[in-house]
């Protein structure tokens, strides 16, 4: 009882140390949380309904909790302060100051939210980290979030959950701090949706990996001062052969071979990267060596429920902005909106994000309490890469030749979000899965 009573008393200090940190939310949590309840209540009872009923018009929540809501209030303020006013400066840089943001994220706790207290995590469930990237989806553009996201729950779970503490303690413990960046090497040139094909390999030499190969594709790799590598560790079959590494990006051998550009995603720096003779020592192997595939499996089912969470708000954000502009746009004496085709289409599109926020939610609530949720994820996933092209196009449509430009949301929305059917395992890749689940895929 003493112990358990330790255990939420540790917890609680250290949440309350996070955002005691975070100058923004001088309130504790209780207060800023019955602030909200009570905004809520008179919102509800006012006579004009809702034109949403997302997340944040309820309380009465299926996963989030009062907890959930105010550390979506404190992220909300700094993205108001810290990221939103210069988004349209760092899309045109082609790059954002990663260090510089994640050290106010850091700072703020929002970084480590599911990571262990002892590393400087905030200990929370994986319900918090949703609740985070939906949060997060109210960044005006996609390449900032998916840095974010990176950083989080996608190079740093198999860490957490599997690296030695003098591992953690090198690498995990910075990153949630915000002093260091980090990317994810999976993907080469010849192996993007067949992770299992990948070449480069990290040959044992007395103490140390000599690596030599390449990564494509990573996001942060510009910046980033560690990367969890995933390579071939000795000549087993694949799948069995495979370890992650935590590489320091500083070694010598490792070449930052260009920056690529892309059609969306501006902010965001995506690297190709070459190794050469690297050396790093074995004990940087996460885990047990040869179990990379399977970490990295394991790791793809957040990354993949965190990517369907970002781009929630997103489309709810498009969505609202699109009814605001055709509400007050006027073609043959009435607006835009008036026309059915146009608040029917979306009312639909509407109707399928919250369809996909309940799976998203059943997916995440069934995942904290320890079941394989991959059917889920996956299918939430391809749902989800399917929707944003739906949603961005219509939406587009509505703007007129306004859409066409760069300087609405929509269009950012539109190029960024292509992303999603093809990043993190293609919608292909999503319904082999799903097949396979549902043993409907022909054995070869
Ligand atoms: C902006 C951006 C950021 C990225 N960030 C990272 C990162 O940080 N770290 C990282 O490791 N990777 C990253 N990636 C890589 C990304 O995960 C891969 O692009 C993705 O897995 C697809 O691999 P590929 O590009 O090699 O396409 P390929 O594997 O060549 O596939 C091409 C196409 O084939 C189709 N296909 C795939 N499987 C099947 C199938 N079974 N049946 C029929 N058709 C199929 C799909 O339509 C797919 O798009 C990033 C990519 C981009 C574009």
Same mark, same amino acid.
């Given at each position: 009882?003493?112990?358990?009573?330790?255990?939420?008393? *540790?917890?609680?200090?250290?949440?309350?140390?996070?955002?005691?940190?975070? =100058?923004?939310?001088?309130?504790?949590?209780?207060?800023?949380?019955?602030?909200?309840?009570?905004? %809520?209540?008179?919102?509800?009872?006012?006579?004009?309904?809702?034109?949403?009923?997302?997340?944040?018009?309820?309380?009465?929540?299926?996963?989030?909790?009062?907890?959930?809501?105010?550390?979506?209030?404190?992220?909300?303020?700094?993205? @108001?302060?810290?990221? =939103?006013?210069?988004?349209?400066?760092?899309?045109?840089?082609?790059?954002?100051?990663?260090?510089?943001?994640?050290?106010?994220? !850091?700072?703020?706790?929002?970084?480590?939210?599911?990571?262990?207290?002892?590393? @400087?995590?905030?200990?929370?469930?994986?319900?918090?980290?949703?609740?985070?990237?939906?949060?997060?989806?109210?960044?005006?553009?996609?390449?900032?979030?998916?840095?974010?996201?990176?950083?989080?729950?996608?190079?740093?779970? #198999?860490?957490?959950?599997?690296?030695?503490?003098?591992?953690?303690?090198?690498?995990?413990?910075?990153?949630?701090?915000?002093?260091?960046?980090?990317?994810?090497?999976?993907?080469?040139?010849?192996?993007?949706?067949?992770?299992?094909?990948?070449?480069? /390999?990290? &040959?044992?030499?007395?103490?140390?990996? +000599?690596?030599?190969? !390449?990564?494509?594709?990573?996001?942060?790799?510009?910046?980033?001062?560690?990367?969890?590598?995933?390579?071939? *560790?000795?000549?087993?079959?694949?799948?069995?052969?495979?370890?992650?590494?935590?590489?320091?990006?500083?070694?010598?051998?490792?070449?930052?071979?260009?920056?690529?550009?892309?059609?969306?995603?501006?902010?965001?720096? *995506?690297?190709?990267?070459?190794?050469?003779?690297?050396? &790093?020592?074995?004990?940087?192997?996460?885990?047990?060596?040869?179990?990379?595939? *399977?970490?990295?499996?394991?790791?793809?089912?957040?990354?993949?429920?965190?990517? +369907?969470?970002?781009?929630?708000? #997103?489309?709810?954000?498009?969505?609202?902005?699109?009814?605001?502009?055709?509400?007050?746009?006027?073609?043959?004496?009435?607006?835009?909106?008036?026309?059915?085709?146009?608040?029917?289409?979306?009312?639909?599109?509407?109707?399928?994000?919250?369809?996909?926020?309940?799976?998203?939610?059943?997916?995440?609530?069934?995942?904290?309490?320890?079941?394989?949720?991959?059917?889920?994820?996956?299918?939430? %996933?391809?749902?989800?890469?399917?929707?944003?092209? /739906?949603?961005?196009?219509?939406?587009?449509?509505?703007?007129?030749?306004?859409?066409?430009?760069? /300087?609405?949301?929509?269009?950012?929305?539109?190029?960024?979000?292509?992303?999603?059917?093809? @990043?993190?395992?293609?919608?292909?890749?999503?319904?082999?899965?799903?097949?396979?689940?549902?043993?409907?895929?022909?054995?070869?």
């Amino acid at each position: 009882m003493r112990k358990s009573t330790d255990k939420i008393l *540790t917890f609680t200090m250290a949440l309350w140390k996070r955002f005691r940190l975070l =100058n923004l939310t001088c309130r504790p949590f209780y207060r800023s949380s019955s602030v909200c309840i009570r905004r %809520k209540i008179s919102e509800n009872i006012s006579s004009k309904p809702k034109a949403s009923t997302d997340a944040k018009s309820t309380t009465d929540h299926l996963i989030y909790t009062d907890t959930h809501f105010a550390l979506k209030e404190s992220l909300n303020k700094i993205i @108001g302060q810290e990221i =939103n006013p210069y988004v349209d400066e760092w899309e045109k840089a082609g790059q954002f100051p990663a260090h510089k943001i994640f050290k106010i994220l !850091g700072n703020a706790g929002f970084l480590g939210v599911t990571k262990p207290i002892e590393y @400087g995590g905030l200990g929370l469930d994986f319900s918090y980290s949703v609740a985070v990237s939906e949060e997060l989806g109210n960044i005006r553009c996609g390449g900032v979030p998916m840095a974010i996201g990176v950083q989080t729950d996608m190079a740093t779970p #198999a860490l957490a959950r599997f690296g030695s503490p003098e591992l953690k303690e090198a690498f995990l413990v910075p990153t949630i701090s915000g002093d260091k960046v980090c990317c994810l090497g999976v993907s080469e040139v010849g192996a993007g949706s067949d992770v299992a094909s990948i070449m480069t /390999e990290a &040959v044992r030499k007395g103490d140390e990996f +000599v690596i030599n190969g !390449g990564k494509m594709w990573t996001t942060n790799g510009i910046q980033a001062d560690w990367m969890c590598l995933l390579a071939n *560790t000795s000549d087993g079959p694949p799948h069995k052969n495979k370890s992650l590494i935590c590489l320091p990006m500083n070694l010598p051998g490792i070449h930052i071979a260009r920056k690529i550009n892309k059609i969306g995603m501006w902010s965001s720096d *995506t690297a190709e990267v070459f190794f050469d003779d690297v050396r &790093v020592p074995c004990k940087n192997v996460i885990g047990q060596e040869g179990m990379g595939f *399977t970490y990295q499996m394991l790791q793809f089912q957040e990354e993949r429920l965190w990517g +369907v969470a970002n781009v929630l708000t #997103a489309m709810d954000n498009v969505i609202q902005e699109t009814i605001q502009y055709t509400r007050q746009r006027k073609i043959f004496k009435q607006p835009v909106l008036h026309h059915q085709s146009v608040h029917f289409r979306l009312a639909e599109l509407a109707t399928e994000v919250e369809l996909l926020r309940s799976l998203l939610h059943r997916a995440t609530a069934l995942y904290i309490k320890g079941n394989d949720v991959t059917k889920l994820a996956s299918m939430a %996933k391809l749902k989800a890469g399917r929707l944003v092209r /739906e949603v961005g196009d219509s939406c587009l449509q509505y703007w007129g030749g306004m859409g066409f430009t760069s /300087e609405v949301l929509v269009s950012r929305f539109y190029r960024d979000s292509r992303l999603m059917s093809i @990043g993190a395992g293609a919608d292909e890749v999503m319904l082999s899965i799903i097949c396979k689940y549902m043993d409907t895929l022909p054995r070869k």
